[in-house]
């Protein structure tokens, strides 16, 4: 145990406990409102409270231990495995082990463990740290360069697409692209580069998108955009039909005010019945949050999401090298992503995707996995460099 013992000493020592009590804030108030969320059931009310606990209690250990990993060097020598891991890991959900939820088939069930798995949320801290180490091999051949564009673009299409045509998993994959977008822009990949894709995904629309609007994901785009623009030619959809979870969310955020209705009375939240909220404690945590302590406590969320990623950001500017900067650069844009789209899915003004609140939604592999990144994030603090040396280092 004496491993155990110097992850302790060497936690304690250096590693980044401010970033780990802002986690545990986050964390703990996600807490409090999945208890208020899973109060209307009728049977196992306190299932998901219980399992949200385990999961930060072993995402603390998760933090700690990362804390002492020599980030550059495990990934020197394992990535190869890391990349192995990565698609064999989410080739799971097609084996017995896979379990459909909310009709996608991105879980899998391990016998003995009291909570699902998703893989993609997990490899989703291996494929950056993995993004991280190529970006920064092919800096020093050149990052802007069409075959180092090429490579980076063909590493995040193949997990996004791995991802879509395992699971059938649309929201996903877009934190995987959203992260490759960040991580080269960090990286230093020239802006004619985003010029090009971004005209390259235009035309894909104009072409394609006669051909998929009837879908019921591509309807999950168009309500929104017709709920912004106020088209009442399709105000049904919008209240009854696709839109009618993100209808009742924005309801109850509205209906909360300035300081809510008041914890554990929710209208919404505490309704029975199943034309309330819908996915109370995983998509609409907020929605939870906006209808019983009001904005103040919408504000409180914010404002713990956004101290975390600030300290991430913060530690890759004292980051000792690229790989490292941008690795804490990815873990703050893959929180800064989805969180901007949970709660935009629950004002309405974004598309549902399927997206949980980090830190606050339930999930055990999700939670696990958010202090897991931060562990990782903390690792790199412990190694940063003192201001002087680094000046030194750039001579």
């Given at each position: 145990m004496s491993w155990l013992?110097?992850?302790?000493?060497?936690?304690?020592?250096?590693?980044?406990?401010?970033?780990?009590?802002?986690?545990?804030?986050?964390?703990?108030?996600?807490?409090?409102?999945?208890?208020?969320?899973?109060?209307?059931?009728?049977?196992?009310?306190?299932?998901?409270?219980?399992?949200?606990?385990?999961?930060?209690?072993?995402?603390?250990?998760?933090?700690?231990?990362?804390s002492s990993v020599d980030l550059e060097l495990f990934t020197e020598k394992t990535w190869k495995l890391?990349?192995?891991?990565?698609?064999?890991?989410?080739?799971?959900?097609?084996?017995?082990?896979?379990?459909?939820?909310?009709?996608?088939?991105?879980?899998?069930?391990?016998?003995?463990?009291?909570?699902?798995?998703?893989?993609?949320?997990?490899?989703?801290?291996?494929?950056?740290?993995?993004?991280?180490?190529?970006?920064?091999?092919?800096?020093?051949?050149?990052?802007?360069?069409?075959?180092?564009?090429?490579?980076?673009?063909?590493?995040?299409?193949?997990?996004?697409?791995?991802?879509?045509?395992?699971?059938?998993?649309?929201?996903?994959?877009?934190?995987?692209?959203?992260?490759?977008?960040?991580?080269?822009?960090?990286?230093?990949?020239?802006?004619?580069?985003?010029?090009?894709?971004?005209?390259?995904?235009?035309?894909?629309i104009v072409v394609l998108w006669p051909r998929v609007s009837g879908q019921y994901w591509a309807q999950r785009i168009t309500v929104v955009i017709d709920h912004i623009v106020g088209n009442q030619a399709t105000l049904e959809s919008q209240t009854k039909g696709v839109g009618w979870q993100q209808t009742r969310s924005v309801l109850a955020i509205g209906s909360g005010g300035l300081w809510g209705q008041g914890y554990l009375q929710g209208i919404q939240t505490q309704s029975p019945y199943e034309n309330s909220l819908n996915a109370r404690s995983t998509d609409e945590i907020f929605a939870v949050c906006g209808e019983e302590l009001g904005m103040a406590g919408?504000?409180?969320?914010?404002?713990?999401?956004?101290?975390?990623?600030?300290?991430?950001?913060?530690?890759?500017?004292?980051?000792?090298?690229?790989?490292?900067?941008?690795?804490?650069?990815?873990?703050?844009?893959?929180?800064?992503?989805q969180s901007v789209l949970n709660i935009g899915m629950c004002l309405y003004i974004l598309p549902i995707v399927g997206l949980t609140l980090p830190f606050f939604s339930y999930g055990g592999s999700s939670i696990i996995t958010m202090f897991a990144a931060m562990g990782v994030v903390s690792s790199i603090k412990t190694r940063s460099l003192p201001s002087w040396l680094r000046d030194r280092n750039r001579i």
């Open positions: 013992r110097d992850s302790l000493r060497d936690f304690w020592e250096r590693g980044d406990k401010l970033l780990l009590v802002l986690c545990l804030a986050a964390s703990g108030y996600g807490l409090v409102l999945i208890y208020s969320a899973t109060r209307y059931l009728s049977v196992n009310r306190d299932r998901s409270v219980i399992i949200q606990a385990i999961g930060i209690l072993l995402g603390v250990v998760a933090y700690v231990l990362l890391l990349f192995l891991f990565n698609i064999g890991f989410n080739l799971l959900v097609r084996t017995p082990l896979g379990v459909e939820v909310g009709g996608n088939l991105n879980w899998i069930r391990i016998p003995g463990l009291p909570m699902n798995i998703q893989p993609a949320e997990i490899t989703k801290l291996t494929f950056i740290l993995l993004f991280a180490y190529q970006c920064s091999k092919l800096q020093e051949k050149g990052i802007s360069r069409p075959s180092s564009v090429f490579q980076l673009a063909a590493h995040a299409g193949l997990m996004a697409g791995l991802v879509v045509v395992v699971s059938g998993d649309k929201g996903m994959p877009l934190v995987y692209l959203f992260l490759f977008a960040v991580m080269c822009w960090c990286a230093g990949v020239k802006l004619r580069w985003y010029v090009l894709a971004v005209a390259v995904c235009v035309a894909g919408c504000l409180v969320i914010i404002l713990l999401l956004g101290a975390i990623i600030a300290r991430c950001i913060w530690v890759a500017r004292q980051a000792p090298s690229p790989m490292t900067a941008l690795t804490a650069m990815g873990y703050a844009g893959m929180l800064l992503f």
